[in-house]
């Protein structure tokens, strides 16, 4: 009788799980993370236990193993309904169709950065501009997504300098929408040098969000964004005043670029944006595109130099949260909704299947349809092999292009060489757009992959936090996770 209870309490079997160890000496220093996204931290002895079904069915581990599907018992519980249900919340950005739609309505710009991303033209340039019959048919392709929410993005160059289009494509949208009924949002990308009373007056008529680049102070902006004038800092300083005066706080929000330079200084940088009262950073990396790639050798840095910036600014941002402000940074925010959350950001470079194309389109200026800024970026270097075809023709056509079958088939992070025995796959993403720019190849191999390495060493940064920094570091990381998601905290899990 006593034997045949005890092996009926040791009756469990396995769910597909994965593991990292962590190599940080620490007694629980294995990370093990399920299909489903959840995860918990393990020692060696427990490791071996859960395997080899010798975990006693009476513990806190064995309810923790239990309730985050890294187990089941069977003929007791069906673990497949719940999983699949918390799967699809996670992949739920697949039933939409693209939702984010950037229109490039010119390459002129005043500006002259180094590590300009896109080719510019000069200010008074010509053949540089979005015409109205592309921007016509841009609104078309629109429409034809499926997505219920949708994001309408300006880039340029700088988008200012062709308001007209700007005016012609927010105007036939929203007339469009009056029977549509889409829920659409407007953002301008702008360094909010050309604003005018006429530019604020539309933006208040038309809710149109603004999004600029602050590289710090004065003279870290000014180096990196250099003008004619030099005074690129004191202008859109200016402009963010003007916008928040006259549509309010919220309406603009700010992106840092780093260079080499901006490496050096973590703590000016995020000085500036509490300054400046904005709620949220972005210390995004360089890309491996465009005039950056050419001006690499100035203005690069490797991967780790780029990390240990990372992790220093981020010590350097809890404690200005410990102290009162609130200052999330972009990042960070969506690794820990991926990690703790079963919901999926949407961001389009942390999807599997990737975002490019199925999340994003890019009209540029020129009537081509790219799928992603990145892979038009590509085009300025003179590789135009990721164009999914002309902006005339319909999303159907455009979505079943041989670019978007080559993406797709190296875009599913679960299925990559490296990834899919990648204990953080969950919550990374495949982005085969990179590795084609990088490696020459949308698979890319993940031992020479920059795009690996960052995520690798960004993921595992947090998830030593989440372990062992203390309650305050914590707190400041669960207000960084959206307020929608929180609601859902207690059932994705961390020890502690
Ligand atoms: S890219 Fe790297 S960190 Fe991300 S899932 Fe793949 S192997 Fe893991």
Redesign the pocket.
């Known amino acids: 009788m006593q034997v045949h209870l005890i092996a009926k309490e040791t009756n469990y079997r396995l769910l597909p799980f994965r593991f990292l160890r962590m190599d940080d000496g620490r007694q629980d220093g294995v990370l093990v993370t399920a299909e489903t996204g959840e995860y918990l931290f393990l020692s060696d002895t427990e490791l071996n236990q859960l395997v080899h079904k010798q975990i006693d069915r009476h513990t806190k581990l064995y309810r923790d193993l239990l309730a985050r599907h890294f187990i089941y018992e069977p003929g007791v519980h069906d673990p497949l309904p719940e999983m699949a249900a918390q799967y699809r919340s996670r992949k739920s950005f697949m039933f939409g169709g693209p939702a984010l739609h950037l229109f490039v309505v010119t390459l002129r710009c005043n500006h002259t950065c180094q590590y300009c991303q896109v080719s510019r033209a000069p200010v008074g340039g010509s053949g540089h501009d979005m015409s109205a019959e592309h921007a016509a048919h841009a609104v078309d392709r629109l429409f034809e997504s499926p997505s219920p929410l949708l994001t309408v993005e300006f880039q340029g160059g700088e988008p200012l300098l062709a308001f007209d289009r700007i005016r012609q494509v927010i105007e036939s949208v929203q007339r469009r929408n009056e029977v549509e009924q889409r829920s659409i949002q407007f953002v301008i990308s702008s360094t909010l040098h050309h604003l005018s009373e006429e530019i604020l007056d539309f933006a208040n008529e038309h809710g149109v969000h603004f999004s600029t680049s602050l590289d710090g102070p004065a003279f870290l902006h000014n180096a990196n964004r250099p003008t004619p004038t030099k005074n690129s800092y004191e202008r859109t300083l200016d402009g963010i005043h003007r916008v928040r005066e006259r549509l309010g706080r919220d309406r603009v929000s700010a992106l840092t670029t780093l260079t080499a330079r901006s490496l050096e200084h973590p703590q000016a940088i995020i000085d500036e944006y509490v300054e400046q009262g904005f709620n949220s950073i972005s210390l995004r990396p360089l890309s491996p595109y465009g005039f950056a790639k050419k001006s690499e050798s100035r203005l690069d840095y490797s991967v780790s130099q780029y990390t240990d910036f990372y992790k220093k600014a981020l010590t350097y941002l809890i404690a200005v949260n410990t102290q009162g402000a609130y200052l999330s940074e972009g990042y960070t925010s969506l690794l820990l909704t991926n990690i703790l959350t079963p919901f999926s950001t949407g961001y389009v470079d942390l999807r599997s299947p990737a975002g490019a194309g199925l999340g994003a389109l890019v009209y540029n200026y020129d009537g081509s349809v790219y799928p992603s800024d990145e892979a038009r970026m590509l085009l300025e270097m003179g590789e135009d092999g990721l164009r999914l075809g002309a902006v005339s023709q319909p999303l159907k056509e455009l979505l079943t292009s041989p670019v978007i079958e080559l993406l797709l088939s190296a875009g599913v992070?679960e299925a990559?060489p490296?990834?899919s025995d990648?204990a953080?796959?969950p919550y990374?993403?495949a982005d085969p757009v990179e590795h084609y720019a990088r490696q020459g190849d949308p698979i890319g191999h993940?031992a020479f992959?920059a795009?690996?390495q960052r995520?690798?060493e960004l993921?595992t940064h947090i998830f030593r936090l989440l372990r062992d920094g203390d309650e305050q570091t914590r707190r400041v990381l669960l207000s960084w996770v959206s307020r929608r998601s929180l609601a859902d905290l207690p059932s994705a899990g961390y020890k502690g």
Do not use: D, E
């Open positions: 992070a990559l490296g990834c990648c953080l796959v990374c993403g993940r992959s795009f690996c995520n690798m993921l």
